[in-house]
């Protein structure tokens, strides 16, 4: 089998893809050409003036009734077609095709008057695909055939060895017998197609050649963001070891082993334990957020969300019943089919968004989760009447320790890591996230906040 990938683009799916995607174009071009090619033969009498022979009207339907069979196999085949080097592959595919399309033209083209014919264009229109897909060489080498074979045809047509078939009524008088005028034409025919090919393939290579440096410095980037999350994982461990030794000392220190502690003392030390607390919770988020970073493929389970959302509300048990907060779920699923995703990451969006849903709702209040679904699809809203978040921040608090203006002067406590890393599981999982505030159960004093989920069946 002859090798007509080029050297540049081994294992380089990228430029596999573009060849399949321009055989198929190539495929349902050509139908558009049948359908061209009938309208030719039906309308050209009326609307042109031109009379076909009888032979010409045979030929030239015989001819579109093979390109429309063989149009219809290529459609099929092209299906089954695999990318296996040293097979046959896209691209002997496409060579096959350009080889058959040009039989089928340079009959079109002589049963049509050769050099009075207006379809010798398709010829360059050939050259310039052909050059996109095919490498150098071959697309010479075709190209050299089609000047040759083309013509060879003028001549013979000239010298009157073949008959010349003219379109009635087409031309004034015919000029295929005038000598200059054919090396004329066929001089120029020759240059066009070399100039076109000679352009063609030149743009095309330097076009591979830049998208795939795009492609390789894509994944040195990629590379590079896993190194830097490695650092930061290694840095944030080596820094929670001496914390949970200052953690612990304050334990000690707080249940009075070593001694009796002033009051003064015991109430600054209690806030600096409170604060080393809060310290684990960020370590714990950045962390959290760095290992999502670095996961390449996400679990594929079977999440039953409505248990999901059931366990965490229980989890949240105390502080919904401290807050005095009313909690409603409202499932209105229909089709109601199982969620596949990672169950561990989903846990995680629905933890970090009640939790902020029961956090920022100051005390009493009540949140609203729904859940929606249609085939493809599944829905969940979790509203609550809470503080609300101002227009200029919505778009914002995704961002990493990105933190609401309105939550500032309040002290709530928080780093504005967790919906960062909620916007980055709904991505992985190739769903959306939006908020809205107010919300639909908010009031005046207190706006709330509505944040819509939406991730794939
Ligand atoms: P954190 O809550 O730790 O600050 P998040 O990333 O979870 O960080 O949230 C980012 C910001 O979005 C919060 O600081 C807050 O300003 C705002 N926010 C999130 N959820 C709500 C909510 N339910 N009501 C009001 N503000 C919210």
């Known amino acids: 089998m002859i090798n007509l990938v080029p050297s540049w683009a081994h294992n380089y799916d990228a430029f596999w893809d573009a060849i399949k995607k321009r ?3 190539f495929i349902k071009l050509r139908y558009g050409a049948v359908v061209l090619l009938s309208l030719f033969l039906i309308s050209s009498d009326f609307m042109l003036g031109v009379k076909f022979t009888n032979q010409q009207v045979f030929a030239l339907t015989a001819i579109n009734l093979s390109i429309l069979l063989y149009n219809i196999s290529f459609h099929i085949y092209r299906r089954k077609l695999k990318t296996i080097p040293g097979q046959f592959n896209p691209l002997h595919f496409s060579l096959l095709q350009m080889i058959l399309d040009l039989c089928a033209l340079y009959l079109l083209v002589y049963f049509t008057g050769t050099i009075e014919s207006p379809l010798y264009m398709l010829f360059i229109f050939h050259v310039i695909i052909g050059s996109l897909i095919l490498p150098g060489s071959v697309i010479y080498l075709l190209s050299v055939l089609i000047i040759a074979a083309f013509s060879s045809l003028v001549i013979l047509e000239y010298s009157g060895i073949i008959i010349h078939h003219t379109l009635t009524g087409f031309l004034v008088y015919p000029i295929y017998f005038d000598l200059n005028y054919c090396i004329a034409f066929c001089v120029i025919f020759a240059f066009s197609i070399i100039v076109s090919v000679l352009l063609a393939n030149k743009i095309a290579h330097q076009l591979y050649r830049m998208e795939q440096e795009l492609v390789e410095s894509l994944k040195k980037i990629n590379e590079a963001e896993r190194d830097k999350q490695k650092y930061i994982i290694s840095v944030i461990h080596e820094i929670k070891s001496p914390l949970a030794a200052v953690h612990s000392y304050l334990e000690i220190v707080l249940d009075k082993i070593i001694g009796p502690l002033n009051e003064k003392v015991e109430e600054k030390l209690r806030r600096a334990k409170l604060r080393s607390v809060e310290a684990f919770g960020l370590i714990d988020n950045i962390l959290k957020i760095s290992k999502l970073r670095l996961l390449d493929d996400i679990k594929k389970e079977d999440v039953k969300i409505d248990e999901v959302i059931g366990s965490l509300v229980e989890k949240f048990n105390d502080s919904i019943k401290n807050k005095n907060i009313k909690i409603d779920i409202i499932d209105s699923r229909e089709s109601r089919k199982i969620l596949k995703a990672d169950k561990f990451l989903i846990q995680m969006i629905f933890s ?48 990493d320790f990105y933190r ?34 107010p919300s639909d159960i908010g009031t005046e004093k207190k706006p709330g906040s509505s944040f819509k989920i939406i991730l794939p069946y």
């Open 352 to 399: 970090n968004i009640i939790g902020n849903a029961i956090k920022y709702i100051g005390e009493e209040g009540k949140i609203i989760i729904t859940l929606n679904d249609n085939d493809k699809m599944l829905e969940i809203n979790v509203s609550d009447n809470g503080i609300g978040i101002p227009d200029s921040d919505k778009e914002k608090i995704f961002e």
């Open 23 to 25: 055989n198929l174009w």
């Open 404 to 437: 609401a203006s309105n939550i500032k002067s309040l002290g709530y406590e928080g780093a504005g890591l967790g919906l960062s890393a909620v916007k980055q599981i709904v991505n992985r999982h190739n769903g959306k996230i939006e908020v809205e505030s």
